[in-house]
């Protein structure tokens, strides 16, 4: 045991440490950098670059980081790149880790929901500010594991720089132990470092995972305090992913009556002669051999609101998405207070950043069926975020108005809850107070209560039957709640493969539709109830 111990205070082997520690930082932080590149170039658009990226994965993945090895530093010098053995096996290390370092970026990246992504690009943001400030934050939660799975294994890896005669750790544990003739406590004490080495990384790894977990309290050092991503959390009392607002019991909730004949008159005198808010032209939109938009025309004054009806695949969401320029579209065109979202004048099509600008500009928000909330920032930021990174409205002002509309639709106690520790109703409410932050002239919802629990969507349709009836925001809203498009919705317009078949005022089509595919819908939705309650 004494022979051991004084091999782990031998200044002989403690410097091959600190080698085995410099090759193992150029190989990480060499494979960081080059892994990013790679995992960049994969995520093009371009497949040149995509393609470039993979075939390098493929070679260095392939083949045994020895071979590597030998090559950076008996091959490299015959095409006239001469590396010391420290440089050639840092140089290898990078270059084999990058391929895996680059996957754990590419599946981090890829791991993200996409549906927030869309919520980024209908918010106006550019694909810059989407990576910094929805998908980077949580890729880096994701990768955490990962990444300090992929630095042991380099730690690991850099006793192969032995093979070319790198004075690293295990190496002279070897010269040492053909001197001493002692393997069994030299190799001994070099596993012991080993072990330590790899224990601190775990650390260091355990840290990092602790630090940006969104669910622990935040923390009262100075060090937690810099971190960015640190967010409040909801008392744990409220944390349940189904809780609503505590104590205070609900009153049961009864449909409001339909508006009277004289209302619906009223309002259909102040939209007449109301300039166009929405204009969508001949717009063609095909996936493969399936046509999803045939040739579909529509206007929608300033002031009203839409209902868009149909069966599932008759073109509502498509509609709504082509609307905002969240899908390209063959042929057509949709103009937003007279301007095309996406082109310029002369029809070419505007780059990814330059359409996020037209899209902040037009004032069209979106609310999505299943919410899209950014899942690492809390209710109020989720409203404040978009305003200060689209809109340039201070921090500030940006959460006053946050706060605002949380209040607006019920959610004020709720401001500095995470979306998983509120129901789905709640989140919807969210991402209805998210919409309406930048005051949008269009207000987009596809189909904004079918991912809820039936209890639930009383609560979202309330606020929505509050935007029309008292807001007057121009609205189009894809849904099956024909109720409440009865109650709300100047005009239903009903699409059937990708056309529209029939609009009219709401009343009139939801109670006598003349085409049979839409009375045969209504049928089937349960349409007769709805006529016997108005």
Do not use: C
Not at 15 to 21: A, K
Not at 222 to 241: N, T
Request: no cysteine.
């Amino acid at each position: 045991m004494s022979g051991f111990l004084h091999y782990l205070e031998m200044p002989y082997l403690l410097q091959g440490i600190l080698i085995t520690l410099q090759l193992t930082a150029l190989g990480l932080l060499g494979g960081l950098v080059l892994g990013l590149a790679l995992a960049s170039m994969q995520l093009s658009r371009h497949r040149a670059l995509s393609a470039v990226a993979r075939g390098y994965t493929v070679i260095f993945r392939g083949t045994p980081l020895i071979l590597q090895l030998v090559f950076a530093y008996d091959a490299l010098p015959h095409i006239g790149l001469m590396l010391s053995p420290m440089m050639a096996a840092g140089l290898a290390l990078a270059a084999n880790e990058a391929t895996f370092i680059a996957e754990v970026f590419r599946s981090g990246v890829l791991g993200v929901d996409k549906g927030q992504v869309t919520a980024g690009q209908a918010l106006g943001m550019t694909p810059r500010v989407i990576m910094r400030r929805v998908v980077a934050p949580q890729a880096i939660r994701l990768m955490v594991p990962a990444l300090g799975n992929e630095a042991v294994t380099t730690l690991k890896n850099s006793s192969l720089a032995s093979f070319i005669a790198v004075q690293e750790l295990t190496l002279r544990s070897t010269q040492l132990a053909s001197s001493t003739f002692d393997f069994f406590s030299i190799f001994f004490a070099s596993g012991v470092m080993y072990l330590a080495l790899t224990g601190a990384i775990s650390a260091i790894q355990l840290a990092a995972e602790r630090a940006l977990d969104l669910d622990r309290p935040a923390s009262r050092s100075w060090a937690a305090r810099l971190l960015p991503v640190r967010r409040p959390v909801a008392p744990l009392a409220e944390k349940d992913a189904g809780a609503a607002a505590p104590a205070e019991a609900e009153e049961p909730w009864l449909p409001p009556a339909p508006p009277e004949p004289w209302e619906r008159e009223a309002r259909a005198a102040a939209l007449n002669g109301a300039p166009a808010a929405v204009e969508v032209r001949d717009l063609h939109k095909r996936y493969g051999e399936h046509v999803v938009l045939n040739g579909l025309d529509m206007t929608v004054t300033t002031g009203e609101v839409v209902a868009l009806l149909g069966p599932s695949g008759s073109g509502k969401s498509t509609l709504l998405r082509g609307i905002n320029h969240l899908e390209d579209v063959e042929s057509g065109a949709v103009l937003i207070g007279g301007r095309r979202i996406g082109y310029t004048d002369d029809g070419r099509p505007l780059s990814p950043t330059k359409v996020a600008g037209a899209r902040a500009q037009a004032g069209v928000g979106m609310v999505f069926q299943h919410f899209n909330l950014f899942s690492h920032l809390t209710a109020r930021e989720n409203v404040a975020g978009p305003l200060r990174w689209v809109h340039g409205m201070p921090a500030a002002r940006a959460e006053s108005r946050a706060d605002e509309l949380l209040e607006q639709v019920g959610l004020a106690h709720r401001a500095d809850a995470l979306p998983r520790h509120l129901s789905g109703g709640q989140q919807q409410r969210v991402a209805i107070a998210r919409a309406l932050a930048p005051n949008p002239r269009v207000l987009l919802l596809d189909e904004p209560t079918s991912a809820l629990d039936p209890e639930l969507i009383h609560e979202v349709l309330e606020v929505i039957r509050g935007l029309a009836r008292e807001d007057g925001l121009t609205m189009l809203i894809a849904t099956h709640q024909l109720r409440f498009a009865q109650e709300v919705a100047d005009r239903v317009v009903f699409m059937s493969d990708g056309s529209v078949t029939e609009e009219g005022p709401a009343e009139e089509i939801l109670t006598r539709p003349k085409h049979p595919a839409t009375a045969r819908f209504l049928r089937i939705m349960g349409a007769e109830s709805v006529g016997e309650v108005a």
